[in-house]
């Protein structure tokens, strides 16, 4: 199946349970063969975040730092200026990174003279040859309109979680609200990026449910990002396990078989993964990882710039 219109958009729970559940190196063994028959499988992108707005979010997400009504030892930013922004992407593309990602922990875009600076940012990025991303929260269809004549390549917006357990995660939105923005993503023509996070007390059912969403949409994510709960202090989910390797495996390996087209991205949690265990992910179907400024991930720790193009080297894995 290499074929675009091969693209499965009718999964059932009871599918993606039946590959979840797949003894482990059977799992890996097939969603490797799919790797390699959709992707090169060894070319990893290389995607910097960028915290362009942080902190005093109104929302409630219960794994997030960013979020006012935490007592986290998160420093609040204003949106930073163009000029600083677009020297972070200079920077970005010269350490090997070809998507430039820029995050503001907004609850919805509004259009004011916010939007218009990040729009400039999005046309500087742009023009520097970079996939220019966003996240920003939700988003009209207008908005998007907007974003999309700027020269937005893609946006982010992850579903976190399944639609049962989204309630149990976040209160401020519904789960719905993502569906829509993703709607209007969209319609604008914008390539989609949306995955979740597992370690979130979450049950195995919840995850496959989060990848039924994501994999029977019209069109699949273009990228799915797989996160591991970075567990932040002063957050309702500071004392959650640590979410098994394993279950990471599974996930990127599930996603990888149900979206063979979509980049599957190893995004937060990776810190607390040893250099084997993110291997196991690679070959599991994951084509990306993330590099964040000063060696975090927007507010949370990640590998610094030369430890993972170390660890990509040790790998006989390269940069897309
Ligand atoms: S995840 Fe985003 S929307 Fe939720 S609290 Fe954090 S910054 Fe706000």
């Not at 220019?132 to 988003?139: N, Q």
């Amino acid at each position: 199946m290499t074929n675009r219109e091969e693209l499965r958009h009718d999964w059932t729970k009871e599918d993606l349970l039946a590959i979840y559940n797949k003894p482990l190196l059977q799992l890996v063994y097939e969603a490797a063969g799919i790797h390699r028959a959709w992707h090169k499988a060894d070319e990893i992108q290389l995607s910097t975040l960028l915290s362009v707005k942080t902190g005093g979010c109104p929302e409630d997400c219960s794994y997030c730092g960013q979020a006012a009504r935490y007592h986290t030892d998160i420093k609040v930013q204003d949106l930073l200026p163009k000029e600083t922004v677009l020297a972070h992407a200079k920077k970005a593309k010269e350490n090997g990174s070809s998507r430039f990602c820029m995050a503001a922990a907004w609850r919805e875009v509004r259009d004011n003279r916010d939007f218009d600076s990040i729009i400039e940012m999005v046309k500087g990025v742009n023009k520097l040859g970079l996939e220019v991303c966003c996240t920003l929260g939700m988003l009209t269809e207008n908005q998007a309109k907007r974003l999309k004549e700027a020269g937005l390549y893609a946006y982010n917006h992850n579903l976190d979680t399944s639609a049962e357990y989204y309630e149990k995660i976040i209160s401020t939105r519904k789960f719905d609200n993502r569906i829509n923005t993703i709607n209007n993503v969209r319609k604008a023509g914008i390539t989609v990026c949306s995955g979740g996070i597992i370690g979130l007390g979450e049950s195995k059912e919840d995850r496959i449910s989060m990848l039924l969403t994501l994999a029977n949409m019209e069109k699949h994510p273009e990228s799915v990002p797989i996160n591991a709960l970075a567990r932040v202090k002063g957050t309702p989910l500071q004392n959650n396990p640590k979410a098994d390797i394993w279950d990471m495996v599974r996930m990127v390996a599930t996603a990888r078989i149900a979206m063979p087209d979509t980049m599957i991205r190893l995004s937060a949690g990776r810190m607390d993964m040893t250099e084997p265990e993110q291997a196991w992910c690679f070959m599991a179907g994951a084509n990306s990882i993330f590099s964040g400024e000063r060696e975090t991930l927007l507010v949370t720790p990640n590998p610094g710039i030369s430890e993972d193009l170390q660890m990509l080297q040790n790998l006989g894995l390269k940069l897309l």
